[in-house]
Protein backbone atom coordinates (compact mmCIF):
# COMPACT_ATOMS: atom_id res chain seq x y z
CA UNK A 1 0.00 0.00 0.00
CA UNK A 2 0.79 3.09 -0.67
CA UNK A 3 0.06 6.84 0.53
CA UNK A 4 -3.82 6.39 1.12
CA UNK A 5 -4.87 9.20 -1.30
CA UNK A 6 -2.93 8.33 -4.47
CA UNK A 7 -3.04 4.57 -4.03
CA UNK A 8 -1.34 3.09 -7.23
CA UNK A 9 -1.16 -0.20 -8.69
CA UNK A 10 1.84 -1.26 -10.68
CA UNK A 11 1.69 -2.92 -13.87
CA UNK A 12 4.10 -4.93 -15.78
CA UNK A 13 3.53 -4.78 -19.58
CA UNK A 14 4.37 -7.33 -21.72
CA UNK A 15 3.62 -6.61 -25.61
CA UNK A 16 5.45 -6.62 -28.73
CA UNK A 17 6.96 -3.54 -30.04
CA UNK A 18 3.77 -2.44 -32.32
CA UNK A 19 1.66 0.22 -32.54
CA UNK A 20 -1.32 -0.73 -30.45
CA UNK A 21 1.47 -1.35 -27.53
CA UNK A 22 2.35 1.77 -27.90
CA UNK A 23 -0.70 3.28 -27.48
CA UNK A 24 -2.07 0.79 -24.56
CA UNK A 25 1.53 2.06 -22.61
CA UNK A 26 0.70 5.45 -23.58
CA UNK A 27 -3.33 5.35 -21.83
CA UNK A 28 -2.56 3.13 -18.60
CA UNK A 29 0.42 5.66 -17.86
CA UNK A 30 -1.68 7.86 -18.15
CA UNK A 31 -3.86 6.82 -15.38
CA UNK A 32 -3.28 8.21 -12.22
CA UNK A 33 -4.35 4.89 -10.22
CA UNK A 34 -1.75 3.10 -12.46
CA UNK A 35 1.74 3.10 -11.99
CA UNK A 36 3.98 0.87 -15.12
CA UNK A 37 6.87 -0.13 -13.66
CA UNK A 38 8.34 -1.21 -16.57
CA UNK A 39 7.51 -2.70 -20.59
CA UNK A 40 9.36 -5.64 -21.80
CA UNK A 41 9.02 -7.55 -25.33
CA UNK A 42 9.38 -11.10 -24.69
CA UNK A 43 8.48 -13.53 -22.05
CA UNK A 44 11.70 -14.35 -20.83
CA UNK A 45 12.38 -10.69 -19.85
CA UNK A 46 8.56 -10.56 -18.23
CA UNK A 47 9.76 -13.51 -16.24
CA UNK A 48 12.63 -12.24 -14.67
CA UNK A 49 11.00 -8.62 -14.71
CA UNK A 50 8.08 -9.81 -12.43
CA UNK A 51 11.14 -11.86 -10.14
CA UNK A 52 12.78 -8.08 -9.67
CA UNK A 53 9.61 -5.89 -9.46
CA UNK A 54 6.95 -7.82 -7.99
CA UNK A 55 4.42 -6.18 -9.76
CA UNK A 56 0.56 -6.13 -8.37
CA UNK A 57 -0.68 -7.00 -12.37
CA UNK A 58 1.42 -8.24 -14.94
CA UNK A 59 -0.76 -7.61 -18.25
CA UNK A 60 0.74 -9.35 -21.32
CA UNK A 61 -0.49 -10.62 -24.87
CA UNK A 62 -1.09 -13.91 -25.66
CA UNK A 63 0.16 -13.39 -29.01
CA UNK A 64 3.99 -13.32 -28.32
CA UNK A 65 5.79 -15.03 -30.73
CA UNK A 66 7.88 -16.82 -27.63
CA UNK A 67 4.96 -17.74 -25.43
CA UNK A 68 4.69 -21.32 -24.94
CA UNK A 69 2.07 -23.22 -23.63
CA UNK A 70 1.17 -22.37 -19.73
CA UNK A 71 5.06 -22.45 -18.58
CA UNK A 72 5.02 -18.84 -18.52
CA UNK A 73 2.42 -18.29 -16.15
CA UNK A 74 3.38 -20.92 -13.58
CA UNK A 75 7.16 -19.22 -14.40
CA UNK A 76 5.56 -15.80 -13.03
CA UNK A 77 3.43 -17.64 -10.57
CA UNK A 78 7.04 -19.06 -8.86
CA UNK A 79 8.72 -16.24 -8.66
CA UNK A 80 6.18 -13.40 -8.09
CA UNK A 81 2.84 -15.05 -6.16
CA UNK A 82 1.11 -12.07 -5.63
CA UNK A 83 1.38 -11.19 -9.11
CA UNK A 84 -2.28 -10.89 -10.71
CA UNK A 85 -1.73 -12.21 -14.65
CA UNK A 86 -4.43 -10.18 -17.33
CA UNK A 87 -4.11 -11.81 -20.97
CA UNK A 88 -5.53 -10.34 -23.44
CA UNK A 89 -5.33 -10.79 -26.89
CA UNK A 90 -4.50 -7.67 -28.74
CA UNK A 91 -5.23 -9.42 -32.69
CA UNK A 92 -9.01 -9.37 -31.87
CA UNK A 93 -8.89 -5.36 -31.05
CA UNK A 94 -10.92 -3.66 -34.23
CA UNK A 95 -8.52 -1.03 -35.39
CA UNK A 96 -10.05 1.84 -34.88
CA UNK A 97 -10.07 4.56 -31.99
CA UNK A 98 -13.23 3.52 -30.34
CA UNK A 99 -12.20 -0.18 -30.68
CA UNK A 100 -8.72 0.93 -29.20
CA UNK A 101 -10.62 2.58 -26.65
CA UNK A 102 -13.14 0.21 -25.50
CA UNK A 103 -9.91 -2.55 -25.23
CA UNK A 104 -8.08 -0.24 -23.43
CA UNK A 105 -11.45 0.61 -21.12
CA UNK A 106 -11.87 -2.84 -20.55
CA UNK A 107 -8.72 -3.65 -19.60
CA UNK A 108 -8.27 -0.62 -17.15
CA UNK A 109 -11.83 -2.29 -15.26
CA UNK A 110 -10.35 -5.43 -15.00
CA UNK A 111 -6.79 -4.52 -14.03
CA UNK A 112 -8.55 -2.53 -11.07
CA UNK A 113 -11.38 -4.78 -10.69
CA UNK A 114 -10.21 -6.27 -7.20
CA UNK A 115 -7.98 -3.06 -5.92
CA UNK A 116 -10.82 -0.68 -5.27
CA UNK A 117 -12.91 -1.98 -2.83
CA UNK A 118 -16.79 0.02 -2.33
CA UNK A 119 -19.03 0.47 -5.10
CA UNK A 120 -20.95 3.42 -5.40
CA UNK A 121 -24.72 2.28 -5.86
CA UNK A 122 -28.34 3.63 -6.49
CA UNK A 123 -31.61 2.27 -7.04
CA UNK A 124 -35.10 3.83 -8.42
CA UNK A 125 -37.99 2.31 -9.30
CA UNK A 126 -39.23 3.55 -12.76
CA UNK A 127 -43.13 4.01 -13.15
CA UNK A 128 -43.90 2.59 -16.86
CA UNK A 129 -45.56 5.15 -18.38
CA UNK A 130 -42.96 7.66 -20.45
CA UNK A 131 -42.61 10.07 -17.70
CA UNK A 132 -40.41 7.73 -15.87
CA UNK A 133 -37.90 8.38 -18.99
CA UNK A 134 -37.07 11.91 -17.53
CA UNK A 135 -37.68 10.73 -14.28
CA UNK A 136 -35.07 8.68 -14.83
CA UNK A 137 -32.89 11.48 -16.10
CA UNK A 138 -33.17 13.70 -13.28
CA UNK A 139 -32.57 11.07 -11.14
CA UNK A 140 -28.77 9.90 -12.82
CA UNK A 141 -28.19 13.68 -12.61
CA UNK A 142 -28.65 14.38 -9.37
CA UNK A 143 -26.65 11.11 -8.29
CA UNK A 144 -23.73 11.49 -10.63
CA UNK A 145 -23.90 14.98 -8.91
CA UNK A 146 -23.65 13.30 -5.73
CA UNK A 147 -21.03 11.08 -7.00
CA UNK A 148 -18.73 14.02 -8.90
CA UNK A 149 -19.37 12.71 -11.74
CA UNK A 150 -21.33 14.92 -13.24
CA UNK A 151 -19.20 15.41 -16.66
CA UNK A 152 -20.64 12.20 -17.09
CA UNK A 153 -24.40 13.33 -17.06
CA UNK A 154 -25.17 14.22 -20.81
CA UNK A 155 -23.77 10.96 -21.76
CA UNK A 156 -25.65 9.04 -18.82
CA UNK A 157 -28.88 10.72 -19.29
CA UNK A 158 -28.67 9.94 -22.88
CA UNK A 159 -28.23 6.36 -22.32
CA UNK A 160 -30.74 5.89 -19.16
CA UNK A 161 -33.31 7.91 -21.37
CA UNK A 162 -32.91 5.46 -24.22
CA UNK A 163 -32.57 2.20 -21.59
CA UNK A 164 -35.67 3.27 -20.02
CA UNK A 165 -37.89 4.45 -23.06
CA UNK A 166 -37.55 0.93 -24.10
CA UNK A 167 -38.10 -0.20 -21.09
CA UNK A 168 -41.52 1.39 -21.13
CA UNK A 169 -42.42 1.28 -24.40
CA UNK A 170 -41.82 -2.67 -24.91
CA UNK A 171 -42.59 -3.97 -21.27
CA UNK A 172 -45.68 -3.51 -19.16
CA UNK A 173 -45.06 -2.20 -15.22
CA UNK A 174 -42.50 -0.64 -13.70
CA UNK A 175 -38.60 -1.06 -14.14
CA UNK A 176 -36.06 -0.52 -12.31
CA UNK A 177 -33.00 1.97 -12.60
CA UNK A 178 -29.40 0.57 -11.02
CA UNK A 179 -26.51 2.79 -11.21
CA UNK A 180 -23.04 1.55 -9.88
CA UNK A 181 -19.82 2.43 -10.50
CA UNK A 182 -16.84 0.72 -9.60
CA UNK A 183 -12.89 1.31 -10.43
CA UNK A 184 -14.02 4.69 -12.29
CA UNK A 185 -16.76 2.51 -14.68
CA UNK A 186 -20.07 4.16 -14.36
CA UNK A 187 -23.13 1.15 -14.92
CA UNK A 188 -26.52 1.59 -16.02
CA UNK A 189 -28.79 -1.19 -15.71
CA UNK A 190 -32.45 -1.34 -16.70
CA UNK A 191 -34.77 -4.54 -15.23
CA UNK A 192 -37.71 -5.15 -16.20
CA UNK A 193 -40.18 -8.14 -16.19
CA UNK A 194 -40.29 -8.71 -19.87
CA UNK A 195 -38.99 -11.99 -22.00
CA UNK A 196 -38.80 -10.14 -25.02
CA UNK A 197 -34.33 -9.24 -26.16
CA UNK A 198 -33.07 -5.90 -27.39
CA UNK A 199 -33.37 -6.04 -30.81
CA UNK A 200 -30.82 -4.16 -32.86
CA UNK A 201 -32.37 -3.48 -36.26
CA UNK A 202 -31.41 -2.09 -38.99
CA UNK A 203 -30.64 1.66 -39.43
CA UNK A 204 -31.17 3.92 -42.60
CA UNK A 205 -31.29 7.49 -42.46
CA UNK A 206 -35.37 7.54 -43.40
CA UNK A 207 -36.69 5.24 -40.74
CA UNK A 208 -38.38 6.71 -38.19
CA UNK A 209 -37.40 4.12 -35.45
CA UNK A 210 -34.47 1.73 -34.22
CA UNK A 211 -31.99 4.58 -33.16
CA UNK A 212 -31.36 4.05 -29.79
CA UNK A 213 -29.51 1.07 -29.59
CA UNK A 214 -27.11 1.93 -31.94
CA UNK A 215 -26.78 5.33 -29.66
CA UNK A 216 -26.53 3.40 -26.78
CA UNK A 217 -23.88 0.86 -28.81
CA UNK A 218 -21.78 4.79 -29.49
CA UNK A 219 -22.22 6.28 -26.34
CA UNK A 220 -21.19 3.39 -24.08
CA UNK A 221 -17.64 0.98 -23.94
CA UNK A 222 -19.59 -2.14 -23.49
CA UNK A 223 -23.41 -3.17 -22.80
CA UNK A 224 -25.65 -5.92 -22.76
CA UNK A 225 -28.05 -7.93 -22.04
CA UNK A 226 -28.39 -10.14 -18.73
CA UNK A 227 -31.10 -13.12 -18.08
CA UNK A 228 -32.38 -12.71 -14.36
CA UNK A 229 -33.20 -16.23 -13.24
CA UNK A 230 -36.70 -14.56 -12.25
CA UNK A 231 -37.64 -14.40 -16.34
CA UNK A 232 -36.63 -10.88 -16.23
CA UNK A 233 -33.93 -9.26 -17.87
CA UNK A 234 -31.53 -6.27 -16.96
CA UNK A 235 -30.14 -4.53 -20.06
CA UNK A 236 -27.14 -2.73 -19.00
CA UNK A 237 -24.37 0.16 -20.53
CA UNK A 238 -21.10 1.08 -19.29
CA UNK A 239 -19.63 4.19 -19.56
CA UNK A 240 -16.20 5.19 -18.42
CA UNK A 241 -15.18 8.85 -17.17
CA UNK A 242 -12.61 9.11 -20.07
CA UNK A 243 -15.64 8.61 -22.27
CA UNK A 244 -16.62 11.93 -21.23
CA UNK A 245 -18.54 13.18 -24.47
CA UNK A 246 -19.44 17.37 -25.09
CA UNK B 1 -39.30 16.73 -8.93
CA UNK B 2 -41.07 17.48 -12.18
CA UNK B 3 -39.45 16.53 -15.19
CA UNK B 4 -38.62 19.64 -17.23
CA UNK B 5 -40.59 20.11 -19.72
CA UNK B 6 -40.55 21.27 -23.40
CA UNK B 7 -41.55 24.64 -24.84
CA UNK B 8 -41.64 25.75 -28.52
CA UNK B 9 -42.09 29.34 -30.14
CA UNK B 10 -43.25 29.50 -33.83
CA UNK B 11 -42.24 32.93 -35.62
CA UNK B 12 -42.71 33.73 -39.49
CA UNK B 13 -39.45 34.98 -40.27
CA UNK B 14 -38.44 36.21 -43.89
CA UNK B 15 -41.38 33.52 -45.25
CA UNK B 16 -39.55 30.61 -43.36
CA UNK B 17 -41.64 29.22 -40.19
CA UNK B 18 -39.03 29.35 -37.69
CA UNK B 19 -40.26 26.92 -34.26
CA UNK B 20 -37.58 27.68 -31.57
CA UNK B 21 -36.97 24.57 -29.17
CA UNK B 22 -36.35 25.43 -25.29
CA UNK B 23 -36.05 22.21 -23.08
CA UNK B 24 -36.03 18.48 -23.23
CA UNK B 25 -36.95 16.49 -25.99
CA UNK B 26 -38.10 12.82 -25.36
CA UNK B 27 -40.73 9.87 -25.03
CA UNK B 28 -42.61 12.24 -23.17
CA UNK B 29 -42.19 15.00 -25.07
CA UNK B 30 -41.55 14.07 -28.85
CA UNK B 31 -45.19 13.21 -29.95
CA UNK B 32 -45.51 17.25 -29.13
CA UNK B 33 -42.91 18.72 -30.73
CA UNK B 34 -43.90 16.29 -33.66
CA UNK B 35 -47.30 18.35 -33.39
CA UNK B 36 -46.02 21.68 -32.97
CA UNK B 37 -43.63 21.42 -36.54
CA UNK B 38 -46.28 19.74 -38.57
CA UNK B 39 -48.48 22.66 -37.60
CA UNK B 40 -45.27 24.89 -38.51
CA UNK B 41 -45.23 23.18 -41.90
CA UNK B 42 -48.62 24.81 -42.29
CA UNK B 43 -47.25 28.38 -42.91
CA UNK B 44 -44.34 27.78 -44.58
CA UNK B 45 -42.99 25.81 -47.24
CA UNK B 46 -39.71 26.39 -45.90
CA UNK B 47 -39.31 25.17 -41.93
CA UNK B 48 -36.83 26.16 -39.60
CA UNK B 49 -35.99 24.17 -36.48
CA UNK B 50 -34.20 25.89 -34.23
CA UNK B 51 -32.65 24.01 -31.19
CA UNK B 52 -30.01 26.16 -29.75
CA UNK B 53 -31.71 26.04 -26.73
CA UNK B 54 -32.49 22.51 -26.35
CA UNK B 55 -31.46 20.87 -23.50
CA UNK B 56 -31.57 17.15 -24.57
CA UNK B 57 -32.76 14.56 -27.30
CA UNK B 58 -32.78 11.13 -27.72
CA UNK B 59 -33.96 8.31 -30.21
CA UNK B 60 -37.38 9.48 -29.62
CA UNK B 61 -36.61 12.96 -30.67
CA UNK B 62 -34.94 12.19 -33.24
CA UNK B 63 -37.83 10.16 -35.05
CA UNK B 64 -40.00 12.98 -34.60
CA UNK B 65 -37.48 15.11 -36.38
CA UNK B 66 -36.84 12.03 -39.18
CA UNK B 67 -41.28 12.09 -39.54
CA UNK B 68 -41.82 16.00 -39.84
CA UNK B 69 -38.92 15.68 -42.26
CA UNK B 70 -40.17 13.30 -44.36
CA UNK B 71 -43.42 15.13 -44.56
CA UNK B 72 -42.17 18.48 -45.64
CA UNK B 73 -40.33 16.32 -48.53
CA UNK B 74 -43.08 14.71 -49.27
CA UNK B 75 -45.35 17.74 -49.95
CA UNK B 76 -42.06 19.46 -51.54
CA UNK B 77 -40.89 21.68 -48.63
CA UNK B 78 -37.86 21.31 -46.57
CA UNK B 79 -36.97 21.44 -43.03
CA UNK B 80 -33.48 22.17 -41.72
CA UNK B 81 -32.28 21.91 -38.02
CA UNK B 82 -30.79 25.03 -37.02
CA UNK B 83 -27.65 25.69 -34.33
CA UNK B 84 -27.57 22.15 -33.34
CA UNK B 85 -25.42 21.52 -30.59
CA UNK B 86 -22.04 19.36 -30.83
CA UNK B 87 -23.66 16.82 -28.60
CA UNK B 88 -26.88 16.80 -31.12
CA UNK B 89 -24.14 16.46 -34.15
CA UNK B 90 -22.66 13.84 -32.39
CA UNK B 91 -25.75 11.98 -32.20
CA UNK B 92 -26.89 12.58 -36.10
CA UNK B 93 -23.99 11.31 -37.16
CA UNK B 94 -24.34 8.37 -35.18
CA UNK B 95 -27.64 8.19 -36.50
CA UNK B 96 -26.61 8.87 -40.09
CA UNK B 97 -28.77 12.10 -40.03
CA UNK B 98 -26.29 14.55 -39.98
CA UNK B 99 -26.87 15.59 -43.73
CA UNK B 100 -30.65 14.42 -43.64
CA UNK B 101 -31.17 17.25 -41.32
CA UNK B 102 -28.82 19.90 -40.78
CA UNK B 103 -27.91 22.14 -43.69
CA UNK B 104 -24.40 23.79 -43.15
CA UNK B 105 -24.60 27.17 -44.26
CA UNK B 106 -21.78 28.81 -45.37
CA UNK B 107 -21.09 31.86 -43.05
CA UNK B 108 -22.48 34.60 -45.99
CA UNK B 109 -25.39 32.67 -46.49
CA UNK B 110 -26.19 32.66 -42.63
CA UNK B 111 -25.94 36.15 -42.92
CA UNK B 112 -28.38 36.44 -45.91
CA UNK B 113 -31.08 34.51 -44.02
CA UNK B 114 -31.31 37.32 -41.76
CA UNK B 115 -32.21 39.84 -44.26
CA UNK B 116 -33.42 38.63 -47.27
CA UNK B 117 -36.62 36.48 -48.53
CA UNK B 118 -35.59 32.95 -48.88
CA UNK B 119 -37.35 30.61 -51.46
Same mark, same amino acid.
Given at each position: MTDAAAPSTSVLLVHAADAQSATLRNALSARPELDVVDEVLTTREAIAAAERLQPRVLVMDVGLDDLVGQGVLRSVRRVAPDTRVVLHAKTTVVDDRTGIRLWIAQLVGVILDPVRPAALAARLEVPGEPLGVPMARTFVSEVLDQWDLDGLVPAAGLLVSELVANAVQHVPGPCALELTCRADVLRIAVSDSGPGMPDLRVMT? #? #????RGLHIVSAFATTWGVDQLPDGHKKVWAELDPAEVHP | MEPVSLVTRTDIVDGSAVVSVTGDVDLVSAAHLRTVLEDALELSSHLIVDV????FIDSSGLSALVHVHRQAADRGARMTVRHPSPMLMRLLSITRLATVLVVHDGEPQADDRRGRAEH
Open positions: P #S #SERG | AEMT
